[in-house]
């Protein structure tokens, strides 16, 4: 199951946090795929992600979580 | 429970820990804390819980607030002399963060009204000045399975043990009895440093935290002993006694959440 979030104009970390809890409402392996800004947003909220163990791809402003 | 916009944007700083979770910001939420004492310790314990977000907090405290007070109260201000200091600390608690209750008790905490107060709570912190209270906060936290953080502070000496009530050494198991009046000199006698008890009231803060959330190991069976003089940390072992007046009866069976 995939779901979507739109966090553009969401600065960090708040960003950071709003794709956590989506995370949190996932079943493990469920899909998120979140829309952020370029610059700071896009680089580290992936970067978050993989620390926290998740999987993780990026494709130009779209961020792809798997849900561990 | 949901958190709101505000409440994100609040406790976002914790809410991005590896650690920390929108489920433990939940746990928490919907917690109800009693704080023991509006003084030394009292006023960071409180301050920390209400600051993190705790549901309901309640503070018990008799006294009115003195100028000898200021200097280690830190929710007590100057132009506050001569309040009532559960009020006092309640006020400040609310204004610190609206979205958590906060009650005040304007009663001296003793055997009799113990088990009213701390029933109903998911923990107890004691930041109390007198063992008789101390061991009246355990006794009555032990008979209702309320988890407990003690601590007491003197000089620059201070200790933190928390209690699982049934699974973990409780105040009592720990020190046994009350020791003879007049042989340890009370905390108005012998003086502190308010940067000493800050320490510990922090410390008791991020204990409760711990006991309600299940984030982290809380210091169960294990009493922080502290040094303040050349911040020295010791932790001392300390198990349940089979014999414990306030919690050899309890098993150890856990209560459903």
């Known amino acids: 199951m995939q779901t979507a979030i739109d966090l553009t104009g969401v600065a960090c970390p708040m960003n950071w946090v709003k794709t956590k809890l989506a995370l949190e409402r996932l079943a493990p392996g469920d899909e998120l795929a979140v829309r952020l800004d370029p610059g700071e947003p896009i680089e580290s909220v992936p970067r978050s992600a993989r620390e926290d163990g998740h999987e993780v791809a990026v494709e130009g402003d779209v961020v792809t979580i798997v849900r561990r | ?257």
């Open chain 2, 1 to 257: 429970m949901t958190l709101s916009e505000s409440e994100l944007e609040r406790y976002s700083r914790q809410l991005v820990l590896p650690e920390w979770s929108g489920e433990a910001q939940e746990r928490l939420k919907s917690a109800t804390a009693i704080v023991v004492g509006a003084g030394a310790l009292g006023s960071p314990a409180a301050t920390y819980l209400v600051a993190a977000g705790v549901g309901h907090l309640g503070i018990v405290d008799e006294d009115v607030v003195e100028l000898s007070n200021l200097h280690r109260q830190p929710l007590h201000f100057t132009p506050d002399v001569g309040r009532q200091k559960a009020e006092n600390a309640a006020l400040k608690l609310g204004v610190l963060n609206p979205d958590v209750q906060v009650d005040p008790y304007p009663v001296r905490l003793d055997e009799q009204n113990a088990p009213a107060i701390v029933m109903g709570a998911d923990v107890v912190v004691d930041c109390s000045d007198s063992f008789a209270t101390r061991y009246a906060v355990n006794d009555a936290c032990c008979a209702q399975r309320v988890p407990l953080v003690e601590a007491g502070v003197l000089g620059f000496d201070g200790l933190v043990l928390s209690i699982k009530p049934g699974e973990s050494a409780c105040y009592r198991c720990a020190f046994l009895t009350e020791p003879p009046a007049g042989s340890v000199p009370s905390c108005r006698e012998a003086g502190v440093l308010g940067a000493t008890a800050g320490i510990v009231g922090s410390i008791q803060a991020l204990e409760a935290i711990k006991l309600i959330t299940g984030v982290g190991e809380p210091l169960v069976d294990r009493i922080l002993q502290l040094d303040a003089r050349g911040m020295e940390q010791t932790i001392v072992s300390t198990t349940r006694r089979a014999d414990c007046p306030a919690c050899g009866r309890l098993t150890a069976a856990p209560q459903s959440a």
